[in-house]
């Protein structure tokens, strides 16, 4: 089912994916978000300007989850801010309250429906529902799923730079932990169930991890924070400002891009507006974005 908070339905060959939007955000500017921002890009790339908000002065960026559907299987990549969340660091994030799990019901899924949570890293809005609140406390919101966790960004958590966000882990991801619900998944990456393969693509965070899936000669790929919008398809030397180590960024998204080229892979994005998902194409020594 469609409502104004899904995306259609795509086929990666058995697999069915759908987003499953949260809430957009407006309020940065792309000389914000980029210190390389050069605003003639717009009138060399004209189409990029969809990508702002109705000022034409701020991007729009969608927070939302990618729900696949696979042999028998529901799986989410990424889960967004959650409800009733104290973000200290984040005004946009704080005390969110929107009613994301109607809108999951509303494409097919209910939490307990959830089979597995795939995480690519675990910053405040790609792990937010993860648990809810329940008379105080946080529970893990999928009951019966196994969550997975890259291990390197565990392990950050247990150092003194996590500080100022060891919030976001206490509430967010040491729940489903103390369940027994998690499983980690090691810096060097991995196969996961029949078709999914997490890559290491550190930069943005230590250890942050694209996700791809094949199914029947078909090929995806989540690409988590690697990228923030499609002006880093055609600058990919730009880093955003939330990337914690600059050279593994440019590094990751390099080699993110080349892959989903050369495999002609779907990008199912984490912060892309309109639709969220696309293509990268080779123009020449150049390479250019297409939203499906």
Not at 149 to 162: I, K, R
Not at 261 to 281: D, I
Request: aromatic residues 10%; hydrophobic residues 40%.
């Amino acid at each position: 089912m469609t409502t104004p908070h899904t995306s259609k339905t795509y086929h990666i060959g058995d697999a069915r994916v759908t987003r499953v939007t949260e809430t957009h955000l407006t309020g940065l500017t792309p000389s914000f978000l980029y210190a390389d921002w050069d605003a003639t890009l717009l009138d060399t790339y004209p189409p990029l300007r969809s990508n702002l908000d109705g000022t034409g002065e701020h991007a729009i960026i969608s927070i939302h989850t990618w729900v696949v559907e696979l042999a028998g299987q529901t799986i989410l990549i990424d889960t967004g801010i959650g409800n009733h969340k104290e973000r200290p660091f984040s005004q946009m994030f704080h005390g969110l309250n929107t009613p994301f799990l109607q809108r999951l019901e509303a494409a097919g899924v209910r939490p307990d429906d959830v089979d597995h949570v795939l995480l690519t890293h675990l910053h405040a809005d790609h792990v937010g529902w993860n648990t809810h609140l329940v008379d105080g406390r946080w529970l893990a919101t999928f009951r019966n799923a196994r969550y997975v966790l890259p291990q390197g960004e565990v392990d950050y958590f247990g150092t003194p730079a996590s500080a100022n966000r060891r919030i976001v882990f206490d509430d967010s991801v040491a729940p489903v932990i103390e369940a027994g619900q998690a499983v980690t998944i090691g810096l060097e990456g991995g196969d996961y169930l029949d078709g999914f393969h997490f890559h290491p693509t550190p930069g943005h965070s230590a250890g942050h991890m694209s996700i791809s899936l094949t199914s029947r000669g078909e090929t995806a790929i989540f690409s988590g924070d690697v990228m923030h919008s499609p002006v880093q398809v055609y600058r990919p030397t730009w880093n955003s400002v939330f990337c914690a180590e600059q050279e593994r960024a440019r590094e990751s998204r390099r080699w993110l891009l080349e892959f989903a080229a050369t495999n002609r892979a779907a990008v199912f994005t984490a912060h892309f507006p309109q639709s969220s998902a696309g293509l990268v194409q080779h123009t020449g020594d150049d390479l250019a974005w297409r939203y499906l």
